[in-house]
């Protein structure tokens, strides 16, 4: 008899709210929510240097796949594949993101290597979800995490500001990226002097020039430069033989020669170095090509 109360409204309103109420509760389970069963992590403080190794990690508890895609400046809105920022990621197509296995115990791990990659300074998110889903087909709830990503830089200073034969100086400066080490040149006229130094964690550098080097220094104008390998960590410009080479172009191509006949000295010399460095970063949005701070500096 209670099946053929049809006309019952009283009747029929509970059983539609029940149905209503039994909707509502398929949908918070929906896999339109997919990024609820999805978490993301990253190791350390999320703002890097362009070039550094970032570490995520989370759980992925509705697939065997974690697909990971970014947005950010000057970014395709729907999100990019992480290794390939200018390549958008399509909902369906999973070679478009990012894919990184879940682990049996449902946990995820993925080291982004940031050299060699076109990514502009600015705040970025990162997404990690359970199927291939753009950024515009998302629900309300999905995993992600804010990063923001700087450009490396140097800025060197030198200690006395005027040298004086004989007697040791001191550079210091910082490196921000914090490349393994730095460059250090010093020119000057019948003069070069060239090495690596090292750079502390923090970022900092220091380089003493102790006596030796610096009774050999001609009097008068002098240059002190200071190299960044940049992203890939690489020095692009080195000292090889009696030239300067830039080992970026053609596989090792000469910028000038240090000694003999057609060789540079003093300010010309450090006009062509200069040159060569600030020509790479011109069109070189990875960032690879070596930067440099440039301190002029007398010898009494």
């Known amino acids: 008899m209670v099946l053929h109360r049809t006309n019952n409204p009283s009747g029929l309103r509970n059983v539609i709210l029940l149905l209503l109420l039994s909707g509502t509760a398929v949908l ?41 895609f970014m947005t950010g400046p000057n970014l395709q809105a729907a999100g990019v594949k992480l290794t390939s920022p200018d390549k958008a990621v399509v909902s369906g197509d999973p070679d478009s993101f990012t894919v990184v296995k879940t682990k049996p115990d449902k946990t995820w791990e993925y080291s982004f290597y940031t050299a060699n990659l076109p990514f502009d300074a600015g705040s970025y998110s990162l997404y990690a979800v ?50 393994p080490a730095v460059q250090v040149w ?54 090889s033989g009696d030239y300067v080479r830039n080992l970026k172009l053609n596989n090792g191509t000469a910028i000038f020669r240090l000694t003999g006949p057609g060789s540079l000295q003093g300010s010309e010399a450090a006009d062509a170095l200069i040159t060569a460095l600030h020509d790479g970063m011109v069109h070189d949005p990875a960032l690879t090509n070596d930067t440099s701070a440039l301190i002029p500096f007398t010898v009494g």
């Open 28 to 68: 918070l389970i929906s896999p339109a929510f997919a990024g609820t069963g999805v978490t993301i992590s990253s190791d350390g403080n999320p703002s890097y240097y362009l070039g550094e190794k970032m570490v995520f990690r989370g759980q992925n508890t509705d697939s065997d796949s974690t697909y990971l």
């Open 130 to 179: 359970s199927q291939p889903e753009a950024k515009d087909q998302l629900g309300l709830e999905t995993a992600q995490i804010g990063l923001i990503i700087k450009k490396p830089y140097i800025m060197a200073d030198i200690s006395p500001s005027s040298v004086v034969n004989g007697q040791p100086f001191t550079v210091t400066g910082t490196a921000e990226g914090i490349p």
């Open 186 to 239: 010093i020119i000057g006229d019948n003069y070069l002097f060239n090495t690596t130094n090292p750079v502390d964690p923090d970022g900092s550098f220091t380089f003493t020039a102790d006596a030796t080097i610096s009774e050999k220094l001609p009097k008068g104008q002098n240059y002190l430069i200071v190299q960044h390998p940049m992203t890939d960590n690489q020095f692009d410009i080195v000292v």
